[in-house]
């Protein structure tokens, strides 16, 4: 009996320490955190409105101490609101307060450090105001937050984080509408942000070094991702942060999978790394290489962004090893950004000395460094004989930085002056950007008009090269030369294959005002390309070679060795004899590895040449070769992708993505598409097969193309696109295919002219197609 009682005593004891320590490991895996700044506004709201997450937004009547403007105006929402606003945001997006002058919300700074500004826009309908009209600009005392901003085209609310440091005790967010507009807002959160969160370094990425600064930086969370996980909601984040999936941004999801385990596992090492840099939500679920022990290790996992290319990024990978080895140092990564190598053999048992343990890591990318409107994100595994041949990534967060003017959206300052490169007039600045497009279409007649010298034999096309660096083994100050070989007094080199020009290093240096900035005209993976004048006033384009990558070096000198052998007037037709030419004439067969567009430029007649060799390979006829995967994201085959064998059919791959890519007059990869269409060649692909393919056809052409001539286009642009390379056609194919659809729409359009003129036509006659053109396609 006294033992009974006793363990009735003792039972709600042992209740209480479950529940302190249930209590104790949620605040372990969750951690609280008690912002000592926290403003809450639902804007235009005539009562406090309360979130789902126990957020509550005060009214303009509690808030009205905090602005300062002559005249406003409420507005309530009175019709059904856009499906895409997220449930727990609902209630903040259906009110919102319109400025016709300049108003300022001053905030008091209790503690000084970073704060979120946070900023929630809808254009919600209203017989007053049109808020799709709107244009204003938002600004901090320090930097631009939105420059012009306007909502015309969004149908969905505009979600704005920033993260500002403040070094006093106000804090002061202004709108400034533009010239006869006016501004609006529908939520503004002011709060602070943990100490911890965002440190003052980072590794910078090229040159690879140590960054500092960040702490005089404003920054703008441009994505949030949990990896391989679902979309986290203020709800589940202590910090009230939006965590998005990462299936839109998997540039090549068949090659990856998911993984996931319980959140309750989630390690945290130490003070530096807690639930405030992520919940345990991000680091239980991840994405890896699939079938990963029949993998070749230069496979890489690849995410893409889209970005703003006059800002540098911060770029945070949050990475926890829940691949459930079982053993330490076991899994190696490769980190790489903009096909940078940012961590190259990253052991995470040493960084975190446990399994399913949280870690990240910080990077920052600079703006030169964003070519292409876009930041690759990729991870891969290692060649250590040790480790396994996969790799992981949990999440990863892009925080545009604050530039040279202070500002997260666009070169003007809180001043109003421009800060970039042409700041005496807008003007000039739009005619740079129209010249560099320009320029893409004519560097080809630059470069024939550099190097068509008299003594040349007709059709030999070389660009003008310059590395930036000297190394032992080469000189940059021009081509030795030995005893054996002659020059004459113009340059010119006589060998047995004829007379050649040669370009000192001091002739192109002042050919292009010492490299000057001002007379670039592009950029590519090796370097820049200038804009030159020779002595005798003729134009040049010359290209000089990065010195800070190794990689891009060795390509160089592959380019300028594969352009001194190859002899073709289509090198350097989109019936693409050229290609045609380097899988079959040449004394090598060549695959080029990087046909895309970009690099099939036009000369003065628009004839089309094929350029950029840097990547081309020789690959023997029906050979395969192993290799590291390069080229371009979009066009690049998904075969060669997995197994890293490259074949002449890749390139047969990306060239039917080019056929689509004129055909559509669309990007190859445009994120702000829906997900079933931000891949053109799968896009295209499925459009085919289910009889639509007009309905993606750019509009301006769809009209006249002859159906038949259409029929055998997009049959030959599809076979191209095969999944496995013996099923895609020979180039010498494609070019018949080509060349048949050609002849098709010139029948086409001799009929149509001849019925314009209300003339009897033989259709039989007009519509018959000669093929004794293609009989001798390699003598053209």
Request: aromatic share 8%; charged share 20%.
């Amino acid at each position: 009996m006294g033992v009974e009682n006793k363990g009735t005593r003792l039972k709600p004891t042992f209740i209480l320490f479950l529940v302190i320590l249930h209590l104790f490991l949620s605040t372990l895996t969750k951690c609280s955190f008690t912002p000592h700044v926290n403003y809450l506004l639902d804007c235009g709201s005539s009562h406090p409105t309360q979130l789902t997450d126990g957020r509550t937004f005060k009214s303009d009547r509690e808030t009205i101490s905090l602005l300062a403007t002559d005249e406003d105006v409420q507005i309530s929402l009175h019709s059904n609101i856009s499906p895409f606003v997220p449930s727990s945001f609902l209630p903040l997006y259906q009110t919102a307060r319109v400025f016709q002058e300049e108003p300022t919300y001053s905030f008091y700074i209790s503690k000084t450090g970073r704060l979120w500004v946070r900023l929630y826009f809808f254009p919600l309908s209203n017989p007053s105001y049109n808020l799709t009209s709107a244009v204003f600009s938002v600004q901090t005392t320090h930097h631009v937050l939105l420059h012009e901003f306007s909502a015309r085209n969004n149908d969905s609310p505009v979600f704005k984080e920033y993260l500002v440091n403040i070094s006093d005790n106000s804090f002061s967010l202004k709108f400034k509408p533009k010239k006869n507009s006016f501004a609006f807002i529908n939520a503004i959160e002011v709060v602070s942000a943990p100490d911890t969160l965002i440190s003052d370094s980072a590794t910078a990425l090229s040159p690879l070094d140590k960054f500092k600064g960040l702490f005089n930086s404003a920054l703008e969370v441009s994505y949030r991702i949990n990896v391989g996980g679902p979309t986290i909601t203020p709800d589940d984040d202590t910090l009230a942060r939006t965590w998005e999936t990462d299936g839109s941004y998997n540039i090549f999801p068949q090659g990856s999978e998911t993984i996931s385990v319980s959140k309750q596992g989630i390690k945290y090492p130490h003070t530096r790394v807690t639930p405030l840099i992520a919940p345990n939500l991000v680091y239980a679920s991840a994405v890896h290489v699939k079938n990963a022990t029949a993998t070749r290790p230069n496979f890489n996992l690849s995410w893409m962004v889209s970005v703003d290319r006059s800002n540098s990024y911060l770029i945070r990978m949050h990475l926890c090893d829940i691949i459930l080895s079982k053993s330490l140092n076991h899994l190696y990564l490769n980190v790489y950004i903009n096909g940078i190598e940012g961590v190259s053999v990253l052991n995470l048992s040493s960084q975190t000395k446990a399994l399913a343990t949280a870690f990240y890591q910080d990077f920052v990318l600079n703006k030169r460094d964003i070519t292409n409107g876009s930041i690759l994100v990729q991870v891969g595994p290692t060649h250590l004989p040790q480790g396994t041949t996969d790799a992981i990534l949990n999440g990863f967060e892009v925080m545009k930085i604050s530039n040279i003017a202070d500002s997260l959206d666009g070169l003007y300052s809180v001043d109003g002056k421009y800060k970039g490169p042409c700041s005496t007039s807008m003007e000039i600045k739009i005619l740079a950007y129209v010249g560099l497009a320009l320029a893409v279409t004519t560097i080809m007649l630059l470069v024939i008009t550099c190097i068509r010298w008299k003594k040349r034999p007709q059709g030999v096309l070389l660009p003008i090269h310059s590395p930036i660096s000297c190394s032992r083994k080469s000189s940059c100050g021009g081509s030795t030369t030995s005893s054996s070989r002659k020059s004459n007094k113009h340059g010119h080199r006589v060998t047995p294959q004829g007379p050649k020009r040669f370009f000192p290093f001091g002739e192109m240096q002042q050919a292009t005002n010492n490299f000057d900035e001002n007379k670039v005209i592009g950029v590519g993976g090796f370097g820049k390309v200038y804009l030159g004048t020779l002595k005798d006033g003729t134009k040049v384009a010359i290209r000089r070679g990065s010195g800070n990558s190794e990689q891009g070096i060795n390509e160089f000198r592959t380019e300028l060795e594969m352009l001194s052998k190859l002899r073709h007037r289509h090198l350097v037709s989109l019936i693409a004899r050229g290609l045609y030419y380097l899988h079959t004439g040449a004394a090598q067969s060549i695959t080029h590895r990087d046909v895309k567009t970009t690099n099939i430029l036009l000369d003065e007649n628009y004839i089309a040449k094929v350029s950029d060799f840097g990547l081309s390979k020789v690959v023997p006829d029906e050979a395969q070769v192993s290799t590291a995967v390069k080229g371009s994201f979009g066009y690049l085959d998904p075969e060669y992708y997995r197994s890293q064998q490259l074949t002449q059919k890749s390139d047969i791959y990306s060239f039917g993505v080019v056929v689509f890519e004129v055909l559509c007059a669309r990007p190859v990869i445009c994120l702000t598409h829906p997900a079933e269409e931000i891949n053109l060649a799968e896009w295209a692909k499925k459009q085919h097969r289910r009889g639509v393919v007009n309905e993606i056809i750019d509009p301006r052409i769809v009209v006249t193309i002859n159906p038949q001539s259409l029929s055998v286009f997009v049959e030959i642009a599809e076979r191209c696109l095969a999944d496995r390379g013996v099923d895609r056609p020979s180039m010498g194919d494609v070019l018949w295919h080509l060349e048949y659809a050609l002849r098709l729409q010139e029948a086409a359009s001799r009929i149509d002219q001849v019925e314009d003129k209300d003339a009897s036509i033989d259709t039989n006659e007009d519509n018959s197609v000669s093929f004794s053109e293609i009989d001798n396609l390699e003598e053209r």
